[in-house]
């Protein structure tokens, strides 16, 4: 079936430890986004990429980092200089910017001890 | 800078009624808006997408409308039942393909 698949589901880190999430997509579509979700709040978003090897920063890139290499794949590293990472993340995909429907993962908890 | 706005941020309703969920924007310049449905420690599903030439969208029991001019845009939800339960949540993309989501609505539908 085609989706967006998210991994892994839980995640524990220890602080000043790098951590890389995964989201890969087998929609073709060329859009795809990494958001954070923190309870009672909307989801903010980190890092989107229009297209492969080409990505823009979103309103809350600090600490975070992506890559881009193929067009279904765009992992979301939290670096050890995000001060809060413990938040429940979400991959998404559209099949271009700019009024496409959005198509989510279901989601990656990372928890920091 | 676009906002969105989500009204009431939680609602709890006797199955089978009827009931509107509602969702405000700061600025009129959008491509589309989409409503979205998350159950407990989900992924996002969509539900309905209006482009900004369009005025409203059926699906099933749901509606949604679109008023660009005012910022609006309300989710209709016919004949509720205990499997709506769940947070709806609106979104609007932005001159910069940005999609700007709001609070959401936590909706809980009583048997």
């Known amino acids: 079936d085609g989706g967006i698949t998210q991994s892994p589901k839980y995640l524990f880190r220890k602080e000043g430890q790098n951590v890389t999430l995964s989201c890969e997509q087998n929609?073709?579509?060329?859009?795809m986004y990494w958001y954070r979700q923190d309870p009672g709040q909307g989801l903010r978003l980190i890092y989107y990429?229009?297209?492969?090897?080409?990505?823009q920063k979103g309103d809350i890139a600090e600490g975070y980092s992506v890559s881009r290499e193929k067009k279904e794949s765009f992992p979301l590293t939290v670096t050890s200089a995000q001060k809060n990472p413990t938040a429940f993340y979400l991959c998404?995909?559209?099949?271009?910017?700019?009024?496409?429907?959005?198509?989510f993962g279901e989601g990656s908890r990372l928890t920091v001890l | 800078k676009q906002e969105v706005t989500q009204i009431p941020a939680a609602l709890s309703v006797p199955e089978g009624e009827n009931l509107v969920l509602n969702c405000s924007f700061t600025?009129?310049?959008?491509?589309?808006l989409q409503w979205f449905r998350q159950d407990p420690g989900k992924g996002l599903t969509s539900l309905l997408l209006?482009?900004?030439?369009?005025r409203e969208q059926t699906s099933g029991r749901l509606n949604a409308s679109l008023d660009k001019s005012s910022g609006r845009s309300t989710l209709y939800i016919a004949a509720s039942q205990p499997g709506d339960s769940a947070t709806y949540l609106c979104?609007?993309?932005?001159?910069?393909?940005?999609?700007?989501f709001g609070s959401g609505t936590r909706l809980l539908v009583r048997p």
């Open positions: 600025d009129s310049a959008i491509y589309n």
């Open positions: 209006i482009q900004s030439s369009q």
């Open positions: 929609l073709n579509h060329d859009a």
């Open positions: 990429s229009q297209i492969v090897n080409d990505f």
């Open positions: 979104a609007v993309e932005d001159s910069s393909y940005k999609l700007i």
């Open positions: 998404a995909s559209s099949i271009e910017t700019g009024g496409g429907e959005l198509f």
